[in-house]
């Protein structure tokens, strides 16, 4: 529950490549460019399930993700359209569930997360896609409308494609939640009821030691760094925090 608000405020927010593609109108065929893509969108959830073979699958509940399309480019045979800003809006219902198969380990007192696999499907009822905000046309027959029509009901039917270049973030994703889980912390604060003495308490650091997987959950064992009187000793002290899994 606690996740979404520990995650960067920037990760659900990125750029796109230009995407490409070709169609059939009135036995014509044209290119489209789709350019300018950006995304951005909420995290609302985040549920952990540890695995055998040191895995852990991670689902994030995505919301009110926007993928804005700064412009649409058609040409054809003494044809072309331009079209303005589309968007097209996913889990403005319910989350939608981008699920990432890792392996988490510790090298160098730092946590690696390796991407195994990607799921990632958007539900029909949770998908939408707007009216391209102006189009002009160029050639004869050509038409404002069609071009419109063409445009929203091609998105739609390209939701595999989205759902693709959705799961072509995740690589990005996990390099930013790998990023933020080696942030150092001050562990005085969560480990202040272990120190025996009212007085002289020292500021603790904590790194990470050893991450362990198995079907039942996570065990990480977080090493600490006692900082006393300007010195820096590393304590011989093991903290294990065990995170089960539900």
Request: without cysteine; negative net charge.
């Amino acid at each position: 529950y606690a996740a979404p608000q520990l995650v960067p405020a920037d990760l659900l927010t990125g750029t796109i490549a230009d995407m490409y593609d070709s169609t059939e109108a009135a036995g014509r065929q044209f290119s489209v460019q789709f350019s300018g893509i950006s995304y951005r969108g909420q995290l609302e959830r985040v549920y952990l399930k540890a695995l055998a073979d040191d895995r852990v699958n991670v689902q994030l509940g995505l919301r009110n993700v926007i993928m804005s399309i700064g412009g649409t480019y058609i040409s054809g045979d003494r044809h072309s359209a331009q079209a303005g800003p589309i968007n097209v809006g996913i889990g403005h219902n319910a989350p939608v569930w981008l699920s990432l198969d890792l392996t988490p380990s510790v090298v160098n007192r730092r946590f690696k997360l390796r991407l195994n696999g990607v799921t990632f499907q958007i539900p029909p009822d949770n998908f939408y896609v707007t009216q391209p905000a102006g189009v002009s046309v160029q050639g004869f027959g050509m038409r404002e409308d069609r071009v419109t029509s063409s445009l929203v009901s091609g998105l739609y039917g390209s939701r595999g494609r989205i759902e693709n270049e959705v799961r072509n973030v995740a690589p990005k994703i996990v390099q930013q939640l790998e990023e933020k889980l080696n942030l150092a912390f001050d562990a005085g604060p969560l480990l202040s009821g272990l120190w025996p003495l009212p007085v002289y308490e020292p500021q603790l650091k904590a790194w990470p030691d050893a991450v362990v997987v198995d079907k039942d959950g996570l065990t990480v064992v977080l090493g600490l760094i006692v900082l006393e009187r300007g010195q820096i000793e590393e304590a011989d002290v093991i903290v294990q925090v065990v995170v089960v899994a539900v």
